[in-house]
T-cell receptor
Framework: GAVVSQHPSWVICKSGTSVKIECRSL??????MFWYRQFPKQSLMLMAT?????????EQGVEKDKFLINHASLTLSTLTVTSAHPEDSSFYIC??????????????????FGPGTRLTVL | AQSVTQPDIHITVSEGASLELRCNYS??????LFWYVQSPGQGLQLLLK??????LVQGIKGFEAEFKRSQSSFNLRKPSVHWSDAAEYFC??????????FGAGTILRVKS
């Protein structure tokens, strides 16, 4: 299958600083990328959906000014956690798909997941 | 709202024994259903998916799942578990807006 990388794999930062996480599709063009957050012993919760060249669509309850998502190219999306606080500590996972966004047809195009980034805010 | 329930948080099976992981979903239309596996340090890997047609779906690594509309279930099965199958397994349903809604996951432990 296709490969999606994330960088860094883990990061520790001080409260109040910003952290950028990169998600790259290595061998395909990702029209759509998704960002998830996973709390310990809990499921993945979708944070936002980003389409190349467009503004990201955030899920209800996700602060778009805090979690800045940029999908500037077909192989790269970034998530920036601004003014991070300890409650932002979590495991952040991206996925990428080469499909379009019409109806549920996108789901017929598999989402390929990155290995995740562990963020710890002190 | 769409939701997925995985009733078992942990399951332990002996190597060579059969396995069934339960998944129940709530969805208003014909669901798109998925099973993913997550190993430590690895991204989620798709095991199998159901969109339509034959309700018994074959996947990778010897896994299969059966869609039962009457029970709103999509249970994952494997006839003989290997130690390398120890991981966390997530069931997911495709939701409106091309999103995936995941269950809480089931951690599989394999004892030798």
């Amino acid at each position: 299958g296709a490969v999606v990388s994330q960088h860094p794999s883990w990061v520790i930062c001080k409260s109040g600083t910003s952290v950028k996480i990169e998600c790259r599709s290595l061998d395909f063009q990702a029209t759509t990328m998704f960002w998830y957050r996973q709390f310990p012993k809990q499921s993945l919760m979708l944070m936002a959906t980003s389409n190349e060249g467009s503004k990201a669509t955030y899920e209800q309850g996700v602060e778009k000014d805090k979690f800045l998502i940029n999908h500037a190219s077909l192989t790269l999306s970034t998530l920036t956690v601004t003014s991070a606080h300890p409650e932002d500590s979590s495991f952040y996972i991206c996925s990428a798909s080469s499909g379009g966004t019409s109806g549920r047809g996108l789901l017929r195009n598999e989402q390929f997941f990155g290995p995740g980034t562990r963020l710890t805010v002190l | 709202a769409q939701s997925v329930t995985q009733p078992d948080i942990h399951i332990t099976v002996s190597e060579g024994a059969s396995l069934e992981l339960r998944c129940n979903y709530s969805y208003g239309a014909t669901p798109y259903l998925f099973w993913y596996v997550q190993s430590p340090g690895q991204g989620l890997q798709l095991l199998l998916k159901y969109f339509s047609g034959d309700t018994l779906v074959q996947g990778i690594k010897g896994f299969e799942a059966e869609f039962k509309r009457s029970q709103s279930s999509f249970n994952l099965r494997k006839p003989s578990v290997h130690w390398s199958d120890a991981a966390e397994y997530f069931c997911a349903v495709g939701s409106y807006g091309n999103k995936l809604v995941f269950g809480a996951g089931t951690i599989l432990r394999v004892k030798s």
